[in-house]
């Protein structure tokens, strides 16, 4: 099969049915790169930033980029 071939997963699944829904989430859960123990939690990635919604400047929300 393609995937082996190549080291991908692979899995049959049905939202219509719910056919291995969970378990493919937890198959890509489990392949997720584990953080490093002085990383912070909600950091934003290796940089360590993250974004709060409240230091957002008030003109930059709700497509303040587009308005006219």
Partial sequence: ???EENG?????TSAKT???VNEVFRLI???LPKPSPNAV???GGAGGKGIVLD???QDSRNGGCCKS
Avoid: H
């Avoid at 991908?8 to 049959?12: G, I």
């Fill in 1 to 3: 099969m393609y995937a």
């Fill in 8 to 12: 991908l997963s692979f899995m049959e």
């Fill in 18 to 20: 719910n056919y291995n």
């Fill in 29 to 31: 859960a489990q392949k």
């Fill in 41 to 43: 939690a909600g950091a």
């Fill in 55 to 57: 230091e957002v400047p």
